[in-house]
């Protein structure tokens, strides 16, 4: 479930929480799908999570547990396709 946070005129962030599917946003291989098993250091500027692997992509094992920082930690509503190419919207953050 997805709460809205308003965080001032200029800035809305939806929150996002452990259990929630995600991917990946990896240089290598592009997005990689995930589940977010936990949430750990959360404040915003050293966040990270605490990710399962749901299919094989690249070098990322289908089942293999990774620690990566919530900024590349990206939840699936925040992804969209546009002309072709896929969008991230970064209004999110991860509790």
Known sequence: MVNYTDLGTSMKRYTHKAGEKAYLDTLR???VPVIVQEVVHKEPWNARCLCLVTKEVGPYK???L???SAMFT???TS????DG????REDFRWE
């Open 74 to 76: 990206i939840p699936r």
């Open 66 to 68: 990774l620690d990566k």
């Open 62 to 64: 289908k089942g293999e």
């Open 79 to 82: 992804v969209f396709k546009r």
């Open 29 to 31: 291989t592009g997005l």
């Open 85 to 88: 190419q896929y969008k991230v």
